[in-house]
């Protein structure tokens, strides 16, 4: 199983080098910053690319507490038509802190 983070950067960091301005969509691996950018379905698109394997079947998509389910199906039908040939599961998860939780497994 392989999992990430989705959610806004809420001071300005450096981070392995890099500017992370207050705001930032960041995609979080591991605890580290994998990307970064300014649209939420953008960076969910690049974290899932990180994270999801050729040999991973099962693609779950764990939304936040701040993201209503029309948002969160908006963003689902879009990592899911990337990933097609994967089983795809959307979960309410009410997390405080984290717009979007993927696992990958």
């Keep these: 199983v392989r999992d990430g ?5 809420v001071r300005d960091s450096v981070v392995d080098g890099e500017k992370v301005p207050a705001g930032a969509v960041i995609g979080v691996i591991d605890g580290k910053v994998a990307v970064q ?5 953008e960076v969910l698109a690049r974290l899932a690319a990180k994270i999801v394997m050729p040999e991973h079947e099962i693609i779950s998509l764990y939304y ?9 199906e908006r963003m689902a039908a879009k990592i899911n038509k990337i990933y097609a040939d994967k089983e795809f599961e959307l979960y309410e998860g009410g997390q405080p802190h984290y717009h979007f939780l993927l696992s990958a497994e």
């Design 5 to 9: 983070s989705v959610t806004v950067a």
């Design 37 to 41: 950018g300014d649209a939420m379905d």
């Design 64 to 72: 936040g507490a701040g993201i209503d389910r029309q948002e969160a």
